[in-house]
């Protein structure tokens, strides 16, 4: 049995409990931050300027004392996501979305601000293989309005396996914590 390698710094949330996005509209201005051809230091260089813009905006407020945020970095599509230190949720920023959408609009319009949402995957059962994935989908969110989707439902087995067969299962990844006995809940409730 392979030692278990204790963490060099212990954390009290996960990455996705920790971090918050920024999607931005798509602008043309010479500092915009999605343009492709932007090496990664120059998309880290911009990361690290909103990070300090982000961090100087929350000292200002008389509630918050240090820093929130340690690290930033900008995704392929443009977004900047922001990640809190270990030992602190992102949750304390859905009270100060005003205050980040303000602290980076000299970049560009900001559509929206995600809070780090955690995902909870499930296997659903005995789903009918001559349905298609995404009529599964659509049938989940039409039919359950509070399960949101996190992402596409996908066969758990590869279509070779499926060809002769009536059923198959699928993996349904749901935005936020979810538990088998909230999901019961939600579907026999109804």
């Not at 970095?73 to 949720?89: E, K, L, P, Y």
């Not at 659509?138 to 066969?155: D, K, R």
Request: aromatic share 8%.
């Amino acid at each position: 049995m392979k030692p278990s390698t204790p963490k060099l710094i212990p954390t009290k949330y996960t990455q996705a409990e920790r971090e918050v996005t920024c999607f931005f509209a798509n602008n043309n201005t010479a500092d915009t931050i999605s343009q492709p051809e932007q090496t990664y230091s120059e998309c880290q260089s911009l990361a690290d300027t909103a990070l300090r813009r982000l961090n100087a905006a929350f000292v200002d407020y008389k509630d918050i004392s240090t820093n929130p945020f340690i690290h930033a970095r900008i995704t392929m599509r443009g977004a900047i996501v922001f990640t809190t230190g270990n030992d602190q949720s992102n949750v304390v920023c859905e009270d100060y979305i005003s205050i980040i959408k303000h602290a980076l609009v000299y970049y560009g319009d900001c559509e929206r601000v995600e809070i780090g949402k955690r995902f909870s995957q499930f296997l659903l059962h005995s789903v009918p293989t001559h349905v298609s994935i995404p009529n599964n989908s659509l049938s989940i969110s039409t039919n359950y309005p509070q399960l949101v989707l996190g992402q596409m439902p996908h066969c758990l087995t590869p279509p070779e396996r499926r060809e002769n067969k009536v059923c198959c299962t699928i993996v349904m990844t749901l935005t936020g914590r979810r538990s088998q006995q909230g999901i019961i809940k939600v579907l026999y409730l109804l």
